[in-house]
T-cell receptor, first 112, second 115 residues
Framework: GNSVTQMEGPVTLSEEAFLTINCTYT??????LFWYVQYPGEGLQLLLK?????DKGSNKGFEATYRKETTSFHLEKGSVQVSDSAVYFC???????????FGKGTTLSVSS | ETGVTQSPTHLIKTRGQQVTLRCSSQ?????VSWYQQALGQGPQFIFQ???????GRGNFPPRFSGLQFPNYSSELNVNALELDDSALYLC??????????????FGEGSRLTVL
């Protein structure tokens, strides 16, 4: 079945540093891919998504490109801020199309 | 627009007891899903409800059951609680008819501790 693997954290960066969080997937076909973010004390929220190969999702300065050749959907941001400190989850849709399958999450801590 | 709300936010139960968690979906959303998030892990799909019927289920035993009501709100019931049931339980709603191709809107969760 479909699955997703993301790099383990925590990731600790200084403000304005470049961020990459790796995510690779195993899937039948080409399901939509997502990055969700969980800020402290808040519910999970969609950060960005890509629905087909070579699509680039972007939001709030974050980007991720759906690469079928490498089965990857890495999250990047050129200059992180303290407010980006959160837990980031890579996800894809299950084969039945009824649920999201999430990675284990990567904790990002950004210091000023 | 009211978001997804869950209750209670925290609760403590003992092994063998039963628990009911509640969720009000976002206005206009007809599909509700429940996820279990153990500490340090990603959310795992429990089941989804659409038109008051279960519309998909993850790898959870039958002692995890649910309901959806005509106003699209939902309950998650867990019987015979085990220590491993300690987790954050997340409710998510969507406007798509019984599927997941768009955005899921999550509540803040109910944190269950089983002693």
């Amino acid at each position: 079945g479909n699955s997703v693997t993301q790099m383990e954290g925590p990731v600790t960066l200084s403000e304005e540093a470049f961020l990459t969080i790796n995510c690779t997937y195993t899937a039948t076909g080409y399901p939509s891919l997502f990055w969700y973010v969980q800020y402290p004390g808040e519910g999970l929220q969609l950060l960005l998504k890509a629905t087909k190969a070579d699509d680039k999702g972007s939001n709030k300065g974050f980007e991720a490109t759906y690469r079928k050749e490498t089965t990857s959907f890495h999250l990047e941001k050129g200059s992180v801020q303290v407010s980006d400190s959160a837990v980031y989850f890579c996800a894809l849709i299950n084969q039945a199309g009824t649920a999201l399958i999430f990675g284990k999450g990567t904790t990002l801590s950004v210091s000023s | 627009e009211t978001g997804v709300t869950q209750s209670p936010t925290h609760l403590i139960k003992t092994r063998g007891q039963q628990v009911t968690l509640r969720c009000s979906s976002q206005s206009g959303h007809n599909t509700v899903s429940w996820y279990q998030q153990a500490l340090g892990q990603g959310p795992q799909f429990i089941f989804q409800y659409y038109r008051e019927e279960e519309n998909g289920r993850g790898n959870f035993p039958p002692r995890f059951s649910g309901l959806q009501f005509p106003n699209y709100s939902s309950e998650l019931n867990v019987n015979a609680l085990e220590l491993d049931d300690s987790a954050l339980y997340l409710c998510a709603s969507s406007a798509l008819a019984g599927g997941v191709t768009g955005e899921l809107f999550f509540g803040e969760g109910s944190r269950l501790t089983v002693l």
